[in-house]
């Protein structure tokens, strides 16, 4: 984690942009709360309540990521990550605080990334230790084969049309919906 | 694209498994029919079928990320990727086929990470040209104000409850649902 600088995001991202400045302000705030740690496997879990630019700093920098399961998305549009770790079982929810931005900064875009990656921290972000339930870990399911299209589906998407067996884009075919 | 190689892989999931594995096959023969691409923004667009530890690999190698709204979520529970490349409009799928996996190999991690990273594509993926329609582009819409919690919400998740402003989860619990 100590390693990854905001380039990083960049290479990653595709590009810098005052999102991907601002998923950098506020994960390193939330791992402040948990020194030293990249979630390797799913030591820590990200509940993400938008899928804006600054979610690709948060996966990045903190191994909370798509593919691994311990990144999961509440689609309420707002600028808020909570980060959860397994083993202490503590919460931190951090807040994005956009009134904290001057109005005229907007019109620069690289000015305004700069002074998104300098501003004091709290100026623009609240974070606190929350308590939370343990997300359910992220598992994995056996594969089933569709009998309309041959292609394998997980167990738990399979469904039944007309006594057989199919994954979800064929039943929806079959169905006409 | 063309210097990130499985180390890079495994330093964004944060270990290796045949998972990642999988991945980093089915998005190389995807990004085979669009030579020298990552996306630096939406030029590419994929549309995953499954949130396994795979999409880690295509995330970092094709530049489709869930920050950048380039990175469609259909949660059919198959390991299919569909990349759209904007420019061109052409669209290419990639099946991987588990069936293409000798039994015995499964038992021995290491030995299967290897045989998935060395195996010609032919035996374990199968890809093809498709005519799929070009995604929505990603948007951005203005913040608005919730008066309940005082944070804020991107303005098409803001819900009324009982006449006042309120971000989902704050309407959630205005009507104890």
């Known amino acids: ?5 905001y380039k990083d995001l960049i290479a990653f991202h595709g590009h810098s942009c005052p999102g991907l400045a601002i998923g950098y302000r506020m994960t390193t705030a939330a791992l402040s709360f948990f020194p030293g740690k990249r979630s390797e496997d799913e030591e820590l879990v990200a509940i993400v309540e938008n899928n804006a630019c600054g979610v690709d ?61 300098t501003v004091p921290e709290k100026e ?23 009998e309309f299209c041959g292609e394998e589906a997980m167990e738990t998407r399979i469904r039944k049309v007309a006594g057989k067996t199919a994954c979800i884009p064929c039943a929806e075919k079959q169905l006409g919906i």
Chains 1, 2 share one sequence.
């Open 1 to 5: 984690m100590m390693d990854v600088k």
């Open 57 to 117: 700093a948060l996966q990045v920098l903190s191994g909370c990521t798509f593919g691994k399961g311990n990144l999961i998305f509440k689609d309420y549009g707002k600028h808020v990550y909570t980060l959860y770790e397994r083993k202490s079982k503590k919460g931190v929810r951090v807040v994005f605080n956009f009134g904290g931005i001057p109005e005229n900064l907007r019109q620069d875009r690289a000015q305004f990334i700069d002074w998104l990656l």
């Open 124 to 146: 623009i972000i609240q974070s606190r230790e929350v308590a939370i339930d343990a997300p359910a870990p992220a598992r994995i399911f056996k594969s089933v084969t569709c």
